[in-house]
């Protein structure tokens, strides 16, 4: 019973402090260029990628085809990816300000993504839900997003199941032309 009250008392400690150390989307409040999200997620894009497990070993890789546009306020991100192993898949993001940033969502995002944007960052957090040895899994997903000058997006997701790190995707995205 001991030993159980250690394990519990070091593990709450590790997840305290690492929860202390997240950076903020403030952080970036003075960074240029200025990320406007209904000037860069406008027309049609392309972005190239990677997906890691856990250890940050490569598993996956993926070119996707994005056509973004603005109707009444409301974005809209219509993506294609193509996997290195042939398989495609599809997700339509709708981006709707909500006085703070967005409301993000998507057909396999459980609820509703919030995103906020502050100098050349953005910062979404929402739940997606994939598939897994044939069962549904979901998992909280933290995907930063910076500018780096008017046609290149870099994106960072880290990915979460019961707060540990299980994976990450590192991509570009790219605005054509």
């Known amino acids: ?56 070993k490569v598993t996956r890789h993926f070119n996707a085809s994005i056509k973004a546009y603005w109707v009444n306020g409301v974005g809209t991100l219509e993506e294609r990816f193509v996997f290195d192993d042939g398989e495609v898949q599809f997700r339509t993001w709708k981006l709707t300000p909500n006085g703070e940033g967005y409301d993000a969502t998507a057909g396999d995002v459980i609820g509703t993504g919030k995103a906020n944007v502050s100098g050349n960052a953005m910062k979404l957090d929402y739940t997606l839900e994939i598939t897994y040895k044939d069962s549904p899994l979901q998992l909280q997903v933290e995907d930063w997003m910076w500018q780096v000058d008017n046609k ?13 790190k299980v994976g990450s995707i590192q991509l570009v995205i790219v605005k054509n032309e």
């Open 152 to 164: 290149v997006l870099l994106n960072e997701s880290i990915l979460r199941k019961w707060g540990f």
């Open 1 to 56: 019973m001991r030993t159980l009250w250690k394990s519990l008392f070091f593990s709450g400690l590790i997840l305290m402090l690492s929860s202390c150390s997240s950076t903020s989307i403030n952080d970036y409040t003075n960074n240029t260029p200025v990320l406007d999200p209904k000037q860069f997620f406008n027309g049609s894009l392309s972005a190239h990628g990677v997906l890691k497990n856990r250890s940050g």
